[in-house]
């Protein structure tokens, strides 16, 4: 089944999507009790991470683990640790964790790139855009990003405190087309299914409605420790930004082939494709800092979706740092396009009208080839084909990404 059919009926299918995050619960990992990996399960994983990857399909991961196996190596053995023991336990753990994701992955050849970033990398415009950008080019050349919190330098207020909702600020950051949630139980009930077994199961929701918020219930001890109510804040930033997210049982043995064979998880079924929901950000959330005015060859280039090189552009206006939104305008001053740039304007004014192949020698440093990405350029006419007849309609992502 190919993905647009599937956000017409059906559920997706893992295998033919071309970029999937997998996010990993502390549970699955660390065993709770003594603090050792349980490198059979993740072996196990990795032996699935590794058959989507022949199938084609990028996949990242983003594990939790660290706390739970770096804290009994410092002698935290006591149920509750503060929140300085749990930044030392994660410095101690975040290296075993990554040694075993090494081990694991070396097995099929894969070589594995960790990543740890904070709530402000995702939210903050320029490094977000540098951490998305290492991701993928990461994925482009074929290793598997193991991603966590950075907590030893995450504080209280800042933490995300759950996995869940990284990851789907992370599926968002790197246009993923889907989310799973590895956990203990194997997708959404209509209650609590621990206090109510007779609760009904959920296999496909299309919107994070009201009725879907109160099948979570009230949040978890502590609300910081995940439950059904961060999974749902996860799906939310998901669908919002057009990836898919599944919640499906981590405790079996070849977890994500369980999930497919089995059929047995919950889909959130995003209604468009994490490219038009990123162009849709684009064009409609954020306050444009500059112009830049191009020629009409650019004009003509950017029409065939293209991206902007700095050689078409005439001239540019207002003052912008990298990764700002700007406006992209013909030289009667026409709106054609938003966009993030790569550049400042100070730069931006210095390689305007010169070929790429310019830009080392005149900034001193080799920046990117282009002035705006294709993928981080959206037209303002209904011509952009990334958003389809529905370019229109300005939903509000801001906030989300
Ligand atoms: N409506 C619901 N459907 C399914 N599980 C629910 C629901 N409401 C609360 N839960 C609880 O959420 C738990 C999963 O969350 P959590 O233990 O945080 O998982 P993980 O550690 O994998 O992130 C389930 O074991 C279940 O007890
Ligand atoms: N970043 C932390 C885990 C945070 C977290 O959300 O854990 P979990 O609820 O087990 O996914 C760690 O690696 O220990």
Same mark, same amino acid.
Request: charged residues 30%; glycine residues 8%; hydrophobic residues 45%.
């Given at each position: 089944?190919?993905?647009?059919?599937?956000?017409?009926?059906?559920?997706?299918?893992?295998?033919?999507?071309?970029?999937?995050?997998?996010?990993?619960?502390?549970?699955?990992? +660390?065993?709770?009790?003594?603090?050792?990996?349980?490198?059979?399960?993740?072996?196990?994983?990795?032996?699935?991470?590794?058959?989507?990857?022949?199938?084609?399909?990028?996949?990242?991961?983003?594990?939790?683990?660290?706390?739970?196996?770096?804290?009994?190596?410092?002698?935290?053995?006591?149920?509750?640790?503060?929140?300085?023991?749990?930044?030392?336990?994660?410095?101690?753990?975040?290296?075993?964790?990554?040694?075993?994701?090494?081990?694991?992955?070396?097995?099929?050849?894969?070589? +594995?790139?960790?990543?740890?970033?904070?709530?402000?990398?995702?939210?903050?415009?320029?490094?977000?855009?540098?951490?998305?950008?290492?991701?993928?080019?990461?994925?482009?050349?074929?290793?598997?990003?193991?991603?966590?919190?950075?907590?030893?330098?995450?504080?209280?207020?800042?933490?995300?405190?759950?996995?869940?909702?990284?990851?789907?600020?992370?599926?968002?950051?790197?246009?993923?087309?889907?989310?799973?949630?590895?956990?203990?139980?194997?997708?959404?009930?209509?209650?609590?299914?621990?206090?109510?077994?007779?609760?009904?199961?959920?296999?496909?929701?299309?919107?994070?409605?009201?009725?879907?918020?109160?099948?979570?219930?009230?949040?978890?001890?502590?609300?910081?420790?995940?439950?059904?109510?961060?999974?749902?804040?996860?799906?939310?930033?998901?669908?919002?930004?057009?990836?898919?997210?599944?919640?499906?049982?981590?405790? +079996?043995?070849?977890?994500?082939?369980?999930?497919?064979?089995?059929?047995?998880?919950?889909?959130?079924?995003?209604?468009?494709?994490?490219?038009?929901?990123?162009?849709?950000?684009?064009?409609?959330?954020?306050?444009?800092?500059?112009?830049?005015?191009?020629?009409?060859?650019?004009?003509?280039?950017?029409?065939?979706?293209?991206?902007?090189?700095?050689?078409?552009?005439?001239?540019?206006?207002?003052?912008?740092?990298?990764?700002?939104?700007?406006?992209?305008?013909?030289?009667?001053?026409?709106?054609?396009?938003?966009?993030?740039?790569?550049?400042?304007?100070?730069?931006?004014?210095?390689?305007?009208?010169?070929?790429?192949?310019?830009?080392?020698?005149?900034?001193?440093?080799?920046?990117?080839?282009?002035?705006?990405?294709?993928?981080?350029?959206?037209?303002?006419?209904?011509?952009?084909?990334?958003?389809?007849?529905?370019?229109?309609?300005?939903?509000?992502?801001?906030?989300?990404?």
């Amino acid at each position: 089944m190919s993905d647009s059919s599937t956000r017409a009926a059906g559920r997706p299918d893992l295998t033919a999507l071309r970029r999937v995050v997998v996010k990993i619960g502390s549970n699955l990992l +660390v065993d709770a009790e003594t603090g050792a990996l349980k490198r059979a399960w993740l072996d196990a994983l990795v032996d699935d991470i590794a058959e989507l990857r022949r199938h084609g399909v990028e996949v990242a991961v983003v594990s939790s683990g660290a706390i739970s196996a770096g804290r009994r190596q410092l002698g935290l053995t006591r149920d509750s640790i503060r929140l300085e023991e749990k930044q030392a336990a994660a410095a101690a753990g975040q290296i075993r964790l990554a040694h075993a994701y090494q081990e694991s992955l070396a097995r099929h050849e894969l070589t +594995v790139a960790q990543i740890l970033i904070t709530l402000a990398d995702t939210e903050e415009r320029r490094r977000h855009l540098n951490a998305r950008s290492t991701v993928g080019t990461l994925l482009s050349l074929g290793a598997v990003p193991v991603i966590n919190e950075n907590d030893t330098v995450a504080t209280n207020e800042i933490r995300f405190g759950d996995n869940d909702r990284l990851a789907a600020r992370v599926a968002a950051m790197i246009d993923a087309e889907a989310l799973v949630l590895l956990s203990d139980v194997d997708g959404l009930y209509a209650g609590d299914p621990r206090r109510d077994p007779d609760a009904a199961f959920v296999p496909r929701v299309d919107a994070i409605t009201p009725e879907i918020e109160r099948m979570a219930g009230a949040a978890p001890r502590g609300y910081s420790t995940g439950g059904m109510v961060t999974k749902l804040a996860a799906a939310r930033v998901a669908l919002t930004a057009g990836c898919h997210m599944a919640i499906a049982q981590g405790h +079996v043995d070849r977890p994500l082939r369980h999930m497919r064979e089995s059929g047995r998880c919950t889909w959130f079924v995003a209604a468009e494709e994490p490219r038009a929901a990123r162009k849709r950000w684009i064009a409609g959330s954020l306050s444009p800092a500059g112009r830049i005015t191009v020629d009409d060859g650019a004009q003509k280039a950017l029409r065939r979706g293209t991206s902007l090189l700095p050689a078409g552009v005439v001239a540019v206006g207002g003052t912008f740092e990298r990764g700002d939104a700007v406006v992209v305008q013909d030289r009667q001053g026409r709106e054609l396009a938003r966009g993030l740039i790569a550049y400042s304007a100070d730069a931006a004014r210095r390689i305007a009208g010169r070929k790429s192949a310019e830009i080392a020698d005149i900034l001193g440093y080799s920046g990117r080839e282009e002035l705006i990405h294709r993928d981080d350029l959206a037209l303002t006419t209904a011509d952009d084909p990334a958003l389809g007849d529905k370019a229109a309609d300005d939903t509000a992502k801001e906030g989300e990404r």
